[in-house]
């Protein structure tokens, strides 16, 4: 059966009647479009219009007359450069704008990857004041010698003063032993030859 056919009514607006046009993928378009004004922006295609236009002139200056399909003020010529320039216009900003969004997506991206390197940078640094600080307060290798030979100085000074006094007393309780002096250069002996007496 036939589809039941809508009445119009006229308390209600009518809607609005569309004119369909063609549908194209943009993205397809616009890589189209970018290929177009990259080729046109090549030595290449300045080259064959060159050449084309100069033959274009030559058949059509030179070439009988029966034979000339564009005479002397080049009319179609003129036509077909001018609706040239008009859509290669129009491509070429078209290729500009999707060239300068690749641009903004990429300044994005490098301003977002720069700040994420920033703060990476700036963890670092706090981390590397912070062992800094913390190896400020340990004993590195070289003060450690330095305290143990200042120990070991202090040690031995001790050591050498113990025996003096050592030496003195030894030689104070010989005296009372023996009732005579003892020769300095006894006492100068080391204390073990001392003890072994």
């Given at each position: 059966?036939s ?5 119009e009514?006229l308390d209600?607006?009518?809607e609005?009647?569309?004119?369909r046009l063609?549908r194209?993928d943009p993205?397809?378009?616009g ?10 922006g090549?030595a290449?295609f300045?080259v ?7 033959i ?5 200056t030179l070439a009988?007359r029966e034979?000339r399909f564009d005479p002397?003020?080049?009319?179609f010529?003129?036509l077909?450069?001018s ?5 290669a216009?129009?491509?070429i ?7 300068a969004a690749r641009d903004?997506?990429?300044?994005e991206e490098?301003?977002r990857?720069a ?7 700036e963890?670092?640094?706090r981390e590397?004041a ?5 190896l400020?307060?340990v004993a590195t290798?070289?003060f ?9 100085e202090e ?6 003063r113990r ?9 104070k309780?010989r ?5 005579r ?9 080391p204390?073990?030859e001392?003890d072994a007496?």
């Open positions: 059966m589809e039941p056919r809508r009445v009514r209600q607006p009518r609005p009647r569309r004119l063609p194209f993205e397809a378009f890589r189209w479009s970018e290929g177009i004004a990259r080729y046109m090549t290449n300045i064959y219009m060159t050449v084309v236009i100069a274009w002139l030559a058949w059509n009988p034979l002397y003020t080049f009319t010529l003129t077909l450069l609706l040239q320039a008009s859509y216009a129009p491509l900003l078209l290729a500009q704008n999707r060239q903004r997506l990429a300044a490098d301003r990857r700040a994420l390197q920033k703060a990476d940078t963890y670092l640094a590397i912070a062992l800094r600080i913390a400020g307060e290798r070289d450690l010698r330095s305290e143990l030979g200042r120990l070991a040690l031995d000074e001790h050591a050498h025996q003096r006094l050592e030496q003195r007393q030894y030689r309780d005296q009372q032993v023996s009732g002096p003892v020769p300095a250069e006894r006492i100068e002996e204390l073990d001392l007496e």
